[in-house]
Nanobody, 129 residues
Framework: QVQLVESGGGLVQTGKSLRLSCTLS????????MGWFRQAPGKEREFVAY????????NYADSVNGRFTISRDNAKNILYLQMNSLNPNDAGVYYC??????????????????????WGQGTQVTVSS
């Protein structure tokens, strides 16, 4: 059974940083593309960041580009999201997601929720002003 477990969320002040982690079990981590999404109250879940199976291709939402960094440790089956210069617009529940494919970048599908077969339960990020 595939399981994704996020951690690292919390309450921070504007301008501060957080690092989220996502541990995958039940699937070969180093063969699949993975992503981070977030959902603010009353809003749809939106794409944040993407990493292909070998972490050679990364993509970011415009709103986080230059502030957030996605990375993965294939030896430990962990996906990370380093979030710097946080602001209240970054608040929400952050979800880790795993695809059944190794690469979604060629088709531009990495932003599409339905391309990801597995989802974590989410971790809350709150940013105070």
């Amino acid at each position: 059974q595939v399981q994704l477990v996020e951690s690292g969320g919390g309450l921070v002040q504007t301008g501060k940083s957080l690092r989220l982690s996502c541990t995958l079990s039940g699937r070969t981590f180093n063969s699949i593309a993975m992503g981070w999404f977030r959902q603010a109250p009353g809003k749809e879940r939106e794409f944040v960041a993407y990493s292909n199976w070998i972490d050679k291709v990364r993509n970011y939402a415009d709103s986080v580009n230059g502030r957030f960094t996605i990375s993965r440790d294939n030896a430990k089956n962990i996906l990370y999201l380093q979030m710097n210069s946080l602001n209240p617009n970054d608040a929400g529940v952050y979800y880790c997601a795993a695809s059944n494919k190794g690469n979604l970048a060629d088709s531009g599908a990495f932003r599409t929720l339905s391309e990801y077969a597995y989802w974590g339960q989410g971790t809350q990020v709150t940013v105070s002003s």
